[in-house]
């Protein structure tokens, strides 16, 4: 069973695809959603969850705050699925479910910067459709984003386009995660370019 942990739905119960989506632990989003708090990159945000599956991820921000949220999922079952958690949970004023590949959905602008990106991708999508996405995020983002990458602990960290750093990584028993931010214009005649190593969110 796949619960939201927390905030003005938590403890609501999420449909879950009866195959092919892998949902986030609650003990993992728990603890990743501690540590986006922290950040303060929740609240008031504007969030996209690529390869949502049930929409765990996405949903888990609306309820703990964010003010927009976009789930990206190609499969139709899965986007249904998305879309009556959406409906069950009464968040359709601000969630959207956009039916479709996330390395498509990338291609286009968006409408707005993105505060917060998780990305949730099946363990089998390779590393260069990883690198679109990455790719396709750099530019869409707002300062002070936070872009999550979560993985299979075997896994190797992602290849970092340019325009993204990491600036921290998690373990959570078999799962990996990564934080990313987008890196600080350059500046030619700026002082001061190479303190940006220990990020913004450091």
């Known amino acids: 069973m796949t619960r939201i942990v927390a905030g003005s739905v938590g403890g609501r119960v999420l449909q879950v695809p009866r195959a092919g989506t892998r949902p986030t632990s609650e003990r993992v989003r728990e603890a990743l959603f501690s540590r986006l708090e922290h950040l303060d990159v929740v609240a008031g945000a504007r969030v996209l969850d690529l390869y949502a599956g049930s929409g765990a991820l996405g949903l888990e921000a609306v309820s703990r705050g964010a003010a927009a949220v976009t789930l990206v999922e190609t499969a139709r079952q899965a986007a249904d699925v998305c879309r009556r958690n959406v409906a069950t949970l009464g968040v359709g004023d601000r969630v959207v479910v956009a039916a479709e590949r996330a390395e498509r959905f990338v291609e286009r602008p968006p409408l707005a910067p993105w505060d917060l990106v998780l990305i949730n991708p099946p363990y089998d999508l390779s590393e260069a459709d990883l690198g679109t996405v ?19 602990g075997r896994a190797p960290e992602p290849d970092w386009p340019a325009g993204l750093s990491r600036f921290d990584a998690r373990s959570y028993g078999e799962t990996a995660v990564w934080f990313s931010e987008p890196d600080e214009p350059t500046d030619a005649d700026a002082q001061g370019a190479g303190d940006h190593e220990e990020g913004v969110h450091g």
């Open 134 to 152: 990455l790719r396709g995020l750099v530019g869409t983002l707002t300062e002070g984003a936070v872009v999550v990458v979560e993985r299979s």
